[in-house]
C-alpha cells in the first residue's frame, strides 16, 4: 500500500541548498517499497546500453551516412554533445526525486502535478510505441533473410518471449541483459577487427583518414543541423535507466544519474568508432541511391570487410537485437512507467498491481505486451511513422524535463550552481526545441493530437472532482 504523499510544489527533503543528494528515501515521498532493489550500477549501464542499442547503427547507417554526407562519426560525437545536457537533467532530477516514473515524477514534483501528467502522457506515447517499432523493425529485417515467414508471426514470438522474461522479475531482465550485450560487442569486435584489417588491405581503395569524422570541404552549417536532427533521435533510450529508481539496491541515490551518464558516453563511443571504420570501407562516397542500398549499407560493408558471413551475421544480430533485447528492456520501462502513474491515480488503479513473490509490476507488464501486439500487428511494414510518433513523444517530455531542473533548482531552491541548473538545461531546451520544431509535420500532428487527448483526461480528472494532484488515499 502507498500512503499519502506531499503535494507537489512542496518542500522535498534533501533537495534544498546543502543538502547531498541521496540523502532522500523513498517513504519521504509518500510512497512504501514495492518493488524489489537488486539492481546495482553495472545492471543499470548494462540496461542503459541495451536500450539504446550499441549496434543501432547497423540498421540506420545508410540514411545518416546520406544526411551526413559520409560523415556519420562527426554525427554521433554531436549527438553526444546535444544529449549530454539532457542526461545532465536526468541526472540533477534522480538525485532530488529517487522514484520511478521517469520525466512524468520529475515535472510532477519539480514544477506541478498537472504539467507532470503531460510530460509523464508525452513520454507515454513514445514508451508504448517503442517496443511496438522494435518488434516491426525486428521483422522486417528478418523478413529480408526468411521471406518465406509472416513478418506478423516475428512479432507475436518476440512478444511472448519478452512478456515471459519481464514476467520473470528484473532479476531475469537484469541477467538476459548481460547475455545480449555480451553477444552485441562480440559482433561488434568482429566487425571492427575484420574493417579495420579490411581497411589496412587497402579493400575497395580503403584508407585510414578523418574524413568520416570532418571533412571541411563538405562541412557547413546547414549539415550541422540535418545531422543533429538524426543524431540525437539515435540516442533516445538512455532516459529509461530513470524508470528503475525504484529497483537500486540501497535506494537510487547517485546511481541512476552516473549509469546515465556513463551508458551515454560508452554507446557515443562505440557508435563512432563503428560508423568511422564503415564509412572508411566506402570511400569518397557521400550518400548511397535508392532505398534498397540505403537501408543494406552497413551490411553491403560488412560483406566488403569480411564476406558473406560477416554481413549475415551482422543482420542477423541487427534483428535479434532490436526484437529481443531492445524491446525487453522498453517493455521494462514502460510498465514502471505505467506502474507509476496509476500509482498516483493517473491511470487505471490495475495497473499498479505488484506481484507480492516476483515484485514486479506485472498487470502493466501483461497490458504493455498486449498494447504490442496488437499495434505491431497493425503497424507491420509502417517503420517510418512509428519512428515519428516515437520522437515527438520523447522530445516534447524532454523539454518538460530542462523547465522542471530551472524551475525546481533554481526557482524554488535558489541554487547557486548555475552551470547545472541554469545553463545546461537552457542549452537542452535549446536543442531539444530546436529538433522537434523541425519534426516532420505528420509528427507534430500526431503528437499533438495525443497531447490534447491528455488535455482532456485532465479536464475529466478535474470536472469529476479525482484532482490531479501526487497525494494517494491509503
Not at 318 to 331: E, Y
Not at 361 to 386: D, K, N, W, Y
Not at 430 to 454: C, E, P, Q, R, Y
Amino acid at each position: 500500500m502507498t500512503t499519502r504523499s506531499e503535494p507537489a510544489g512542496s518542500p522535498v527533503p534533501g533537495s534544498g541548498p546543502g543538502s547531498g543528494p541521496g540523502e532522500q528515501t523513498l517513504e519521504s515521498f509518500g510512497y512504501s517499497q514495492e518493488l524489489k532493489r537488486s539492481l546495482g550500477l553495472p545492471d543499470l549501464v548494462i540496461y542503459g546500453l541495451v536500450m539504446m542499442l550499441p549496434i543501432a547503427p547497423f540498421t540506420i547507417f545508410g540514411a545518416v551516412f546520406n544526411e551526413s554526407k559520409g560523415m556519420v562519426a562527426l554525427t554521433y560525437l554531436i549527438g553526444l554533445v546535444a544529449m549530454l545536457f539532457t542526461a545532465l537533467s536526468y541526472r540533477e532530477m534522480s538525485r532530488a526525486f529517487p522514484i520511478a516514473g521517469s520525466v512524468y515524477s520529475y515535472a510532477g514534483r519539480g514544477i506541478n502535478d498537472k504539467v507532470g501528467f503531460l510530460a509523464g502522457w508525452a513520454i507515454l506515447l513514445d514508451y508504448l510505441l517503442v517496443p511496438t517499432l522494435l518488434y516491426v523493425m525486428s521483422a522486417a529485417a528478418l523478413n529480408s533473410l526468411l521471406p518465406e515467414v509472416p513478418q506478423w508471426s516475428w512479432v507475436v514470438m518476440f512478444v511472448v518471449v519478452n512478456t515471459t522474461i519481464n514476467f520473470l522479475g528484473i532479476e531475469s531482465t537484469a541477467r538476459l541483459n548481460r547475455i545480449f550485450l555480451f553477444a552485441e560487442l562480440v559482433v561488434l569486435t568482429l566487425f571492427i577487427g575484420f574493417g579495420v584489417a579490411a581497411v589496412a588491405r587497402g579493400e575497395n581503395g580503403a584508407r585510414f583518414s578523418f574524413d568520416p569524422l570532418v571533412n571541411a570541404d563538405l562541412l557547413t552549417p546547414g549539415l550541422i543541423f540535418g545531422a543533429l536532427s538524426i543524431a540525437v533521435l539515435s540516442f533516445l533510450g538512455f532516459d529509461g535507466i530513470s524508470t528503475l529508481s525504484e529497483e537500486v539496491k540501497g535506494g537510487a541515490r547517485d546511481l541512476v544519474g552516473r549509469a546515465t551518464l556513463v551508458a551515454l558516453c560508452l554507446v557515443a563511443a562505440l557508435f563512432v568508432l563503428q560508423t568511422w571504420v564503415a564509412a572508411l570501407l566506402v570511400p569518397g562516397r557521400t550518400g548511397f541511391d535508392g532505398d534498397e542500398a540505403t537501408n543494406s549499407a552497413f551490411y553491403d560493408i560488412a560483406w566488403i570487410a569480411g564476406g558473406g558471413w560477416l554481413k549475415d551475421t551482422t543482420a542477423v544480430a541487427a534483428a535479434l537485437a532490436t526484437g529481443v533485447a531492445n524491446s525487453l528492456v522498453a517493455q521494462a520501462a514502460t510498465s514502471r512507467l505505467l506502474f507509476s502513474m496509476a500509482r498516483d491515480r493517473k491511470l487505471p488503479a490495475f495497473l499498479a498491481y505488484v506481484h507480492p513473490t516476483r515484485k514486479t509490476p506485472e498487470r502493466a507488464i501483461l497490458f504493455v505486451a498486449a498494447v504490442s501486439l496488437a499495434l505491431g500487428l497493425f503497424f507491420t511494414g509502417q517503420i517510418s511513422l512509428l519512428s515519428q510518433l516515437v520522437n515527438f513523444g520523447a522530445l516534447f517530455a524532454f523539454l518538460m524535463l530542462h523547465v522542471a531542473v530551472f524551475v525546481h533548482f533554481k526557482l524554488r531552491n535558489r541554487s547557486t550552481r548555475w552551470h547545472l541548473h541554469v545553463l545546461a538545461p537552457a542549452l537542452g531546451l535549446m536543442i531539444t526545441g530546436s529538433v522537434l520544431w523541425h519534426a516532420d509535420a505528420d509528427a507534430k500532428i500526431g503528437g499533438l493530437a495525443w497531447l490534447g487527448v491528455g488535455v482532456l483526461v485532465l479536464l475529466f480528472y478535474r470536472l469529476s472532482g479525482r484532482g490531479t494532484d501526487l497525494a494517494l488515499e491509503d
